[in-house]
Nanobody, 123 residues
Framework: QVQLVESGGGSVQSGGSLTLSCVVS????????MGWFRQAPGKEREGVVA???????TYADSVRGRFTISQDNAKKTLYLHMNRLDTEDTAMYYC?????????????????WGQGTQVTVSS
């Protein structure tokens, strides 16, 4: 059973940076298909970035150029490096995984989810 645990959230001022981590357990070899999502109060959960086949990444327009995804297969950890944060980035951030579908920003394509880590950006 794949389990995901996020960490690294917190409060930061606009323009600041944060790095989120997601530790994956229950996998034997490399990380499964991974992605980051976020959900702001009163809004739908949206895809932020996903890792596809051969490491190809897909970013949401709202974060492209500011956020970067990376992973350490040896540590079975996924990272989300967030720069130039804006108040619009305030949300609960979730790590997601799936064994089959890679590179999707669609929530329905992921079967495994972490509990989330809160990011709050103040002006």
């Amino acid at each position: 059973q794949v389990q995901l645990v996020e960490s690294g959230g917190g409060s930061v001022q606009s323009g600041g940076s944060l790095t989120l981590s997601c530790v994956v357990s229950g996998v034997t070899y490399s990380l499964p298909c991974m992605g980051w999502f976020r959900q702001a109060p009163g809004k739908e959960r949206e895809g932020v970035v996903a890792v596809g086949l051969y490491g190809r990444t897909t970013y949401a327009d709202s974060v492209r150029g500011r956020f970067t995804i990376s992973q350490d297969n040896a540590k079975k950890t996924l990272y989300l490096h967030m720069n130039r944060l804006d108040t619009e980035d305030t949300a609960m951030y979730y790590c997601a995984a799936d064994q089959i579908t890679c590179g999707s920003l669609e929530r329905r394509n992921y079967n495994y989810w972490g509990q989330g880590t809160q990011v709050t950006v103040s002006s």
